[in-house]
């Protein structure tokens, strides 16, 4: 077995590619993304990411169509070829160590502030200050391009999201799963605000000794701030692991067990019998499937 493909198939790798194929079922759930839109990568050792495929719904994703490159775009296993946007995340990761894990997609209400050139008020919910805080935007480039990759290198080292004008959201994290969150989070910020707005009456910010309480926090978390003079260490909180500690224990042969359960899963779907609504690996019903069997 070449040497690429026996990293994308060990047990590191696919808790990774597990972890990624869950999380864009989220985002494509959340109407994050639509049609083939959005992609999502992560860091595996130091030389090599793993990235989603281009052309393809995150709703649909398996196992099997994630791609392995290297940090220079190359891609070096995987039978679909690599997202178009996988620059952008490339430029991150070299930009800034602490990125483990990347998330581009285009959520509606943070991507109307993108469209609109504005930046979301600041200092007005705790969850966005704490996860997110204050959010850069960065200008316009043709996707793809690597003009539109170095577009974020003035932002990427102090903020963890960041909006991409006329186009939509990129962030990261130390995982998958965290990157979503603040996906999660900074949408949902962006829906409160332009509510509150419409109701006519000034919108207040949180007073400026109570934000420092929660700077304390989000430095005791060890997540990146713009306010901050320089970036937190580690974190000192210890975060749950996104997917259960059994799924390390998992063997490559486990993997083939997974992908038929989850073929068995369609087939009874489709016959009435249970099962998933449409044999996606990232169905609702994934998790069982993945840390339970």
């Known amino acids: 077995m070449p040497e690429q493909e026996a990293l994308f198939r060990s047990k590191e790798a696919l808790h990774l590619r597990q972890e990624m194929v869950w999380n864009a079922w989220k985002l494509w759930e959340r109407q994050y993304v639509d049609g083939n839109g959005g992609n999502l990568s992560c860091r595996i050792g130091d030389q090599y990411v793993l990235c989603t495929p281009s052309m393809c719904s995150k709703a649909d994703l398996t196992l099997e169509d994630l791609c ?22 490339l430029e991150i990761y070299k930009a800034n160590a602490a990125a483990r894990a990347v998330i581009h997609c285009h959520p509606p209400h943070a991507t109307a502030y993108a469209i609109a050139g504005q930046i979301p008020p600041p200092d007005l919910v705790p969850e966005q200050e704490v996860f997110v805080g204050p959010v850069a935007i960065a200008p316009y480039e043709t996707p793809g391009t690597k003009v539109f990759a170095e577009t974020i290198l003035p932002f990427v080292e102090r903020h963890n999201a960041i909006l991409l004008a006329n186009h939509g959201v990129v962030c990261w994290a130390d995982t ?12 949902t910020y962006c829906r409160t605000v332009l509510l509150a707005l419409q109701l006519g009456s000034p919108l207040r910010t949180i007073p400026h000794p109570k934000l420092q309480e929660i700077l304390k926090i989000k430095a ?54 249970g099962g998933t609504a449409n044999g996606n690996l990232a169905g609702p019903n994934t998790a069982e499937t993945l840390e339970t069997r």
Not at 68 to 89: A, I, M, Y
Not at 237 to 260: G, H, M, R
């Open 220 to 273: 005791y978390l060890g997540l990146p701030d713009a306010r901050f003079e320089s970036q937190p260490a580690d974190s000192q909180y210890d975060f749950p692991v996104p997917l259960k500690a059994q799924t390390l224990a998992l063997s490559p042969e486990s993997e083939i067990e997974v992908l038929v359960r989850s073929i068995a899963a369609a087939v009874r779907a489709r016959f009435g019998f």
């Open 68 to 89: 392995l490159v290297d940090l220079e775009g190359n891609q070096k296993f995987g039978r679909f070829r690599r997202t178009s946007e996988l620059l952008l995340h």
């Open 176 to 187: 998958i799963t965290h990157a979503e969150w603040l996906i999660e989070v900074l949408d």
